[in-house]
């Protein structure tokens, strides 16, 4: 996990309308496939907190293009396995019974997220960002990250077009998120050589 946003290349991200400031949920794990004949379900895992999965009695589950529409799922029990989790709903006792559930987003309500470090940020909370310069120039928006090996990569889109700024503290100095602002410091090379 680096210092800048919540993730593990598997990141908790939030499901909501976007220009929400702030979802309602945030999204832990992805439904792959039923697993044996008994209801369970192989679960991809999208957290940075795989073990908190097991702490939740109830998961929200949605289809990824109907966000909007969540249902609450009891949860009977959890176990992860790496990358992945066995998952077992309540009033689910077959494989055909699970398979409608194939594709879903499991979800936790956001009161009910891990609490991250002071210096850690969900990634809803950095695409949307203004974007300057250490010296007052404006670079343009956070439009996406994208999750890397070794730290995130923030999307910027302005006057320099395509800008993709490394999540490292070299490079971002301040988010402030009451503004809706990062404050950047570009090293040689980050930035397209020429005019806005």
Do not use: C, W
Request: glycine residues 10%.
């Amino acid at each position: 996990m680096n210092a800048f946003t919540q993730r593990n290349s598997r990141d908790e991200r939030g499901s909501g309308e976007r220009g929400t400031p702030e979802p309602r949920y945030l999204i832990v794990g992805r439904v792959l496939r039923p697993h044996g004949v008994r209801g369970e379900v192989k679960v991809e895992v999208i957290t940075g907190f795989p073990d908190r999965l097991a702490l939740h009695e109830v998961f929200y589950l949605a289809h990824p293009r109907t966000a909007h529409d969540v249902r609450a799922y009891a949860v009977e029990r959890v176990r992860v396995q790496g990358d992945t989790a066995l998952v077992k709903f309540e009033d689910f006792s077959s494989r055909d019974d699970v398979e409608t559930l194939r594709g879903m987003l499991i979800q936790v309500p956001i009161e009910k997220a891990a609490p991250l470090e002071e210096g850690q940020y969900f990634q809803y909370q950095i695409v949307g960002l203004s974007v300057v310069t250490d010296s007052g120039e404006a670079l343009g928006q956070v439009t996406d990250v994208l999750e890397t090996g070794a730290n995130d990569v923030y999307v910027v889109i302005g006057p320099y077009g395509e800008v993709l700024l490394p999540a490292i503290e070299q490079v971002v100095r301040e988010i402030d998120l009451p503004a809706q602002r990062m404050v950047v410091h570009l090293l040689p090379g980050l930035l397209n050589e020429g005019e806005p």
